[in-house]
Structure formats: structure tokens, C-alpha cells
């Protein structure tokens, strides 16, 4: 064939979204919000339904050579759960297909479902549907979340203002640093199957990869504090990248302070014993799920004191561009470089 | 390890699902019907949304040696399309995401890309969002369709009646025998590659399998006639398959006639061609993804002259079981086979 032939790695994960959405047509006036946001959005009377999806693949989402299936089932929800908490909203549904091979057991489904239920008591969704069906090679999961929220309330990435406060939940780097720490331990094993792999020292940081919480417990709180954020996004990309989105959305730019980046003493330790620049995991490291948001200068009080919301910038105008101001004082020009599956 | 270790084969497609659907709970009123029918009904005000899912992988939902990108994409909406439809519901939005490798080219992505927004723009859907990953091996798409429509509208399996009309749209068994032909042409090809494929007689059937139609033009006309069924459901897995699920959903039996079975002259002529016997093939063919459903004898009259819906048989009691009168007025009993992918 003499077909034209373009690689997807010539316009990279973000570049094929991209190009594959221009020619996405919006029929419906019901549809509020289509692809571009954390979820959709969906107009439903008073309320507002938001919907998201994942598709989880073994083998680049997750390895069962170290995450054990009910970790598995659990971070399939939860990483959905945080889409839909960035668009302030409360997850309510969802929907759960796998495909799996005869490899696994019926006692491994249980185990990936007991991860799966876990994680529905625990964010208080109820599982209303999904499809179980064969796989010629490995285990993939999708998980489609539905969300609830006045429509008053959804907080989308387009809404960051000049002068806002950028807001960052819990630390950062963590699950990168675990996935590291995963996968070294996973090549000493299979160069020697008799050692045992050494990962009591590392579990905060290994449970932040394998077992990631979505940050309800910030979205309540914020409803209580009667906080709307301006703008919000999960740290799913690294927060480089998800700062990228925001400016974009929002034609802002923005300013942060290495010196205000939440870093877990684990995280900063296990980065510098790996040869990891601890700021490069904090800024470039993915599936951390905390939240970034920005608030209104007028509501910096109500969350001052909040133990787990850490304030690292500000937000500015388009053209005064996107950096990074070092402890030493310097302003660098942030880069993004998210997770590169292709 | 010692652990247990029980195939998955053991328990069968069915079995697995309803061996995992056993420990769902259900926490949300507004979750008007989870598991359990072609798609999950949402309490939205007014209105309530239907949501059903379906995962697609190459090498056991489809092949790609024969089946043209653009009509896989087609395909994938369509069968979820579907699915709302059979809830008696009207789509609005859908979610679709894929994984693939790098052999696919962005010209190939385009191709199953173009399928999709065909079908969103034949059915009237929004593509709002979706996940675009790698894969080690094949593509998977994974769509999620959310419907629409008004709580007294929809159509559950479980409201059949004793003495109730059963009734088919178009015909059926075509696809089965669609994927007979193309797997047979495969072969051929395979075992010498100079061999052109002959399918231009089989076009209706090969159609039937590679590009088949949601119903939605009848859930319209249904509307317009004021018609609301009983039960419904759309025949993926095959005519007594979908009977079965109806009966243990409605509790009750089923007396069908073999002569008022729909089936297209194509379809009877290439069975027979294949060696296969056609009623077989209507009985037991999947994903010809037409509607069955059932009203009460007081509708009868209304659709009575349409051309494209079929009344083959009767809803009874549950015990007196589930019957095929055959051309020679024997009643045989019914067996379900369904699809195992397993």
C-alpha cells in the first residue's frame, strides 16, 4: 500500500488528543462541557451530572509483578473519584469493564473486585454497571464515574484569575518516587529470585503509587468552608503539566516558590538516595491525585490554617509567562513534561 | 503457593458475572436500577439518564484482517446505542476511549476515529470525553453512552405479562452467518494469499456483522405510535439467549413459532451454503443487536401493519416453561446458548 503513513510518537500522546478532538461536533445544549475539562458536563435540571473515564492497561497503567490486584481495583475507582472531586463535584456512579485472560483465577477477580467494592464503600459510589468480557493477553480495566453538583458549583481549569492564590493539596512526588523504588526492586528480583525485595522503608511512598487516594476529603471541606475554587485540576500528569492546563484554560500565567512545593520527608529522602532531583519529582511526577486549585485572594483566610492545603504561588497575567522562582531566588521558566506513554 | 485456584471456565461468562455482581451494594436512591439489564437507570429530576458500557478488544470482538477501522469505530458506538435503545431511552452523550499500540499510524486512528463521529452524528450523540492510552498488543475501545428519557418511559426486562405479544425487529441470524463467511475467507487467504475474497454476494450479511444498525428508528416510531413496551431488550448474544434473560427477569415462560422467526433470504441461502442451519442461526447468532420486546395485546392493532417488526410468539405462565413450536407443530424446548468468549 502506498498510504500515508504518520506516526503517532511525530505528534505525541497530547498532540493525537488534540488532533482527534477538532473534529468532535457538540449537538446537544445538555452537553455543558465535552472533552478538555477533568470530567463532562452534563446539564440534568437542578443538578448537574459530570462524567469521566479511564482505561487501565497491565503492563503500562500498572504491573502485576508488584501491585497486588486489590490495590489494582481500588486505584481504577479512585482515580476516577479524583476527576470527578476536580470538578468539585460528588461521585455518585460508576461503571466497571474488565477484560481478563484465563491467566487469572476467579480467586484473582475476587481480589481485584474486593479492591474495586473497597473502593466504592469508601467514596460511597454505587457500581451500576459494567461489562466482563475475555482478553487474548493481559488485564485491562475501564472504569466510567458519574458526578453530581449544583451546576453553580463545578469548578472548571478555564476559571484562574489574575491575583489568585495557587492552592496544592497533601505532597507531591511521592508515587513517582514509589514507582521507582517498585521497579528497582522488581529488576533485583528477577536478577535474583532468592532476594527478598526490601520495601518496609519505602511505604509511604510505594502506597502513594499503589494506592492513591482520591481527595473527597478536600471537596467536602471546601463546601463547608464555602470555598469555590476559581480554577481546579487532579495532579494526575505532574504538577508542571496540570499548571500548563490551567494557564492554557484560563489565558493566565503563573508563578511558584520551590520553597513552598509539599514534599514528604520520605519522598525527599528516597528521591536522593535513587539519584532523583527531588523538585523534578514534585513538579514532573504523575498520579500523585492530590488537587490544584486557585482561590480568590478573599478567601485565603478560611483555609490559612488548613494543615493539608499548601499555598505555592500566584496566579498572573498571560504574558508575564510561567515560572518557577528557586530558594535561591531565581525565576526559571517552568517546563512540562507529563507521563509519555506513547 | 498453596493458594485455591479455581478456573474461570468453571463458573462461565455468566457465571462470573453474577458470582461478582453478588457483593455489589447499592447506596444511592438515585440509582434506580444497577447489574441487571441493558443499561443503568439514574433518578436526574424530570428525566433520568440511562449509562451503559461496553469494552471492545481486538482479537476477540473483532478482527482486524477483515473489519475496516471505520466501521469498528461505527460498531463501537452503535452497540452501546443500543443498549439505550433497549432501555427505551434516547442517547445523548458518549465517552470513548482507546488503547493502541504504535503499529497503528494516525491515519488509522483517523479511520476508527471517523466511524465514531459517524455514528455520533447518525445517532445524534456528543463524543464528551474519553482517555487515549498506549497498549502492548491490540486496540481496545471502550465506550460509555448515556441516554435520556422520561422514568415512565423506560422499559425494563422484567415487565412481561402472561399473554403479552413477542415481538423482533428486521431479522435475525444474519451476523452469525456475516462472521462465518468473513472467518472462512480469512482462511482461504490465509492458505494462499493470491486468492481474492469473494464477498460480494455475502454483502448483506458481512454487513450485518461489521457495521450493524442500532434500532433507534423504531424506538422513535414506538413513540410516535404511543407505544410503550412491556420489556425489551436488544439480541446481542442471540434470540434465546435474550428470551432466557427475560423470562428469569419477568417470571415468566415463552412460546415461540419457528415460521414467524424473521430471517433474510441471504442470511437462510449462505447458512445453508455454510452447512449451518438457519434456525439455528437466528436462535443462537449474537450481536445482530435488533430489538426484542414484548407488549400487551392491546397495542397489537398498532403495530400490526409495520413492516420491519415481527410477532413471534407469546409470553405464558413461568411454569409453563420456554417453548419453540417447530414448522411441524412439535414444541421443543428452548436452550440458551449465548456467545462464550471464555
Chains 1, 2 share one sequence.
Not at 101 to 127: M, P
Not at 168 to 178: F, K, P, S
Not at 189 to 213: C, G
Not at 262 to 284: M, R, S, W, Y
Amino acid at each position: 500500500m502506498s498510504e500515508k503513513r504518520t506516526e503517532i510518537s511525530a505528534l505525541g500522546e497530547f498532540g493525537l488528543i488534540d488532533h482527534l478532538n477538532e473534529k468532535i461536533v457538540i449537538r446537544h445544549s445538555s452537553t455543558l462541557k465535552g472533552i478538555g475539562d477533568d470530567a463532562a458536563v452534563i446539564d440534568s435540571g437542578e443538578h448537574v451530572k459530570v462524567v469521566t473515564t479511564d482505561l487501565l492497561l497491565e503492563g503500562v497503567h500498572f504491573d502485576l509483578s508488584y501491585a497486588p490486584l486489590t490495590h489494582v481495583g481500588f486505584k481504577a475507582v479512585a482515580v476516577n473519584v479524583s476527576d470527578v472531586a476536580a470538578m468539585n463535584a460528588i461521585p455518585k456512579q460508576i461503571t466497571v469493564s474488565i477484560a481478563l485472560s484465563n491467566r487469572f483465577s476467579v480467586e484473582a477477580v475476587d481480589a481485584l473486585y474486593a479492591g474495586i467494592n473497597a473502593a466504592a464503600e469508601h467514596y460511597s459510589v454505587d457500581v451500576i454497571g459494567g461489562d466482563t468480557t475475555a482478553s487474548r493477553s493481559g488485564l485491562v480495566i475501564s472504569v466510567t464515574a458519574i458526578g453530581e453538583a449544583k451546576k453553580e458549583q463545578i469548578v472548571y481549569r478555564s476559571g484562574a484569575k489574575v491575583n489568585d492564590i495557587i492552592c496544592v493539596t497533601g505532597d507531591l512526588g511521592g508515587a513517582l518516587v514509589g514507582l521507582q523504588v517498585l521497579e528497582r526492586e522488581k529488576q533485583v528480583f528477577l536478577s535474583n529470585p532468592d532476594m527478598k525485595p526490601e520495601l518496609e522503608k519505602y511505604q509511604i511512598v510505594t502506597a502513594r503509587q499503589l494506592r492513591p487516594e482520591a481527595r473527597m476529603d478536600i471537596i467536602h471541606e471546601l463546601r463547608e468552608l464555602e470555598v469555590i475554587p476559581t480554577s481546579m485540576m487532579d495532579i494526575s500528569d505532574g504538577l508542571a503539566s496540570e499548571l500548563f492546563h490551567i494557564c492554557k484554560a484560563s489565558n493566565v500565567g503563573v508563578t511558584i516558590y520551590e520553597d513552598k512545593l509539599p514534599i514528604d520527608k520520605q519522598t525527599f529522602d528516597t528521591a536522593v538516595e535513587l539519584g532523583l532531583d527531588p523538585i523534578t519529582c514534585v513538579l514532573n511526577g504523575g498520579e500523585d491525585y492530590e488537587l490544584l486549585f486557585t482561590i480568590d485572594q478573599k478567601d485565603f483566610h478560611k483555609l490559612e490554617k488548613h494543615p493539608d492545603i499548601h499555598f505555592i504561588g500566584h496566579v498572573s497575567k498571560e504574558e508575564d509567562g510561567k515560572y518557577l522562582v528557586t530558594k535561591s531566588g531565581t525565576a526559571a521558566q517552568l517546563k512540562a513534561q507529563g507521563w509519555k506513554h506513547f
